[in-house]
């Protein structure tokens, strides 16, 4: 296979998030916007989120391992999650699809409620990330219940069930981003090999000579 030179060119996304929001305190502070006691508050909330990954990273991993696993044989799979983890949503949906190649999209809840609910039946998967209690998500989970058995549930109150993944997320407000993507990448790097895909080889090795769409090395 000839190198194409097409592996990723970006940070990644935690560090990609990091990097604004330490561009962010910086300006802020720059511009007296922020008093020095206001960023070091915020920077030791970020350090309690940051030294918890680790035992989130492990738990991730068993729960994949474990319960996730029959997300190998799922053929469409749709994530939900709250308005301030939506772009973690859009993320995950985004490296699944890339990795597990079956179709994955993800919605912010309201929008879900509104009608993407009609999509669904025995055969489809629903991952609801759930940081805080909510009954309207609860009543979503027992109707979607009624309709299949896929649903997966991650947040720190959600029932231990076989299938959800219950764990004491810190849910800051301004950084449980960086915890919630963690399970979701879990999947994206445990469970392709078990369903014979390399992430790293793409379907169609020449896909981007074929379509001229991206300049070569």
Wanted: hydrophobic fraction near 40%; include cysteine; glycine fraction near 6%.
């Amino acid at each position: 296979m000839e190198k194409s030179g097409l592996a990723p060119k970006t940070k990644g996304y935690h560090c990609t998030i990091l990097n604004l929001m330490l561009l962010t305190l910086a300006v802020a502070s720059r511009q007296r916007r922020l008093s020095d006691e206001e960023r070091k508050a915020l920077l030791v909330r970020m350090d309690i989120t940051f030294n918890h990954l680790p035992t989130l990273i492990e738990a991730s991993q068993a729960w994949v391992l474990n319960h996730a696993r029959p997300l190998i044989d799922s053929a469409d799979i749709r994530l939900t999650g709250p308005a301030r983890l939506f772009g973690t949503v859009q993320e995950g949906a985004l490296k699944m699809l890339e990795t597990l190649r079956c179709p994955v999209a993800g919605y912010e809840f309201e929008e879900f409620i509104h009608g993407i609910y009609n999509a669904f039946d025995e055969r489809s998967t629903l991952i609801m990330l759930d940081p805080f209690p909510d009954e309207r998500q609860d009543r979503l989970a027992e109707i979607l219940g009624g309709w299949t058995q896929h649903i997966y549930r991650i947040g720190p109150q959600v029932e231990n069930n076989g299938k959800n993944m219950p764990f004491a997320f810190i849910n800051d407000p301004d950084f449980a981003v960086f915890e919630y993507i963690i399970p979701l990448q879990m999947v994206c790097a445990r469970l392709p090999p078990v369903k014979g895909i390399d992430p790293a080889i793409p379907k169609d090795p020449h896909f981007h000579q074929k379509m001229k769409s991206k300049q070569l090395n």
